[in-house]
């Protein structure tokens, strides 16, 4: 395994799950009530860290294997459709246009997870077996 390769996938999804974190922080503090509890807001920031957990364990292996890979693009799946169903139903249910900065904070949720689906949508193609 090119060792640039998967420091290259640690450093990218590291900083976008970082970003993704800062940002559920964000909205967290600008939203006072239970609302976020009820539509799982939470979980968003869980497979982000789970998704960060993981590629650091790929990248202190020195076999990556299918199965590994496959781990890899699921959590990160999960953490896409986490932020674009969550945030979806944040904004019916909890939010409204007026909420400017909140939706700043979605907007770029919704960029970042974008940018970690492409990087190990690639890193995995590229490195199967």
């Given at each position: ?32 009530g239970?609302?976020?509890?009820v ?12 998704l ?78």
């Amino acid at each position: 395994m090119n060792t640039f390769v998967v420091d290259s996938l640690v450093e990218s999804v590291m900083n976008e799950c970082e970003s993704i974190i800062a940002e559920t922080e964000n909205v967290e503090e600008l939203h006072t009530g239970d609302m976020l509890d009820v539509m799982h807001f939470s979980d968003i920031r869980l497979v982000a860290e789970e998704l960060q957990s993981f590629v650091v364990y790929i990248s202190e292996n020195e076999f990556i294997s299918n199965s590994m890979l496959e781990q890899l693009d699921d959590i990160s799946i999960t953490l896409y459709q986490n932020v674009n169903y969550i945030l979806e139903d944040c904004e019916i249910e909890v939010f409204n246009t007026t909420d400017t900065e909140i939706m700043k904070s979605f907007d770029n949720m919704r960029t970042y997870v974008n940018n970690v689906r492409e990087t190990v949508s690639t890193f995995v193609e590229s490195n199967k077996i």
